[in-house]
């Protein structure tokens, strides 16, 4: 068992900084800031439309940017925590605006994201983005009822 180990040794002084509610936010936002996220602002439209920009620094200096949601009321097929993204070329290229992936992260000297139900990456070059590479469509998977155990 984990609470047996000498392995990791648990820090009851360590209080994490800051918060962001109570809900998946709590979580999610700390897992960003971990994985090399920065958080750059927070914006509020009143009660319940806020937004939380995410940059995190690519290879060959791209900038990855991500717009975390926080809203009800929000646009079909959205949830109330949803996020979009842009790509902030080297030296202050024009940005690449894509609304439409769902999630982004770095993967080495790639990129990768999911869009419209695919997996897909792309390589990180000096002056573009590669040629996108389908690695999974997750289309023709549907919901299946399991009872436990599994």
């Known amino acids: 068992m984990i609470h047996d180990t000498t392995e990791v040794r648990r820090d009851p002084r360590f209080q994490p900084a ?3 509610g109570g809900e998946c936010l709590g979580v999610y936002y700390p897992r960003l800031l971990r994985d090399g996220w920065i958080l750059k602002d927070r914006l509020h439209e009143g009660r319940s439309n806020a937004w939380t920009i995410f940059e995190k620094q690519l290879p060959k200096g791209w900038l990855l940017r991500k717009y975390a949601h926080e809203q ?6 959205k949830g109330c925590y949803w996020d979009e993204h842009e790509l902030q ?5 024009p940005t690449i605006s894509r609304p439409q992936w769902e999630w982004a992260e770095q993967d080495g000297k790639s990129l990768v994201w999911a869009e419209g139900g ?6 990180i070059h000096a002056q ?5 590479v389908l690695l999974h469509d997750f289309n023709a998977m549907r919901f ?3 009872e436990a155990p599994y």
């Open 89 to 93: 070329p080297p030296k202050d290229g």
């Open 128 to 132: 573009k983005i590669g040629t996108p």
């Open 144 to 146: 299946e009822a399991r």
């Open 118 to 123: 695919c997996l897909f990456r792309a390589p």
């Open 72 to 77: 009800t009321g929000s646009p079909p097929g």
């Open 18 to 20: 800051g918060g962001y």
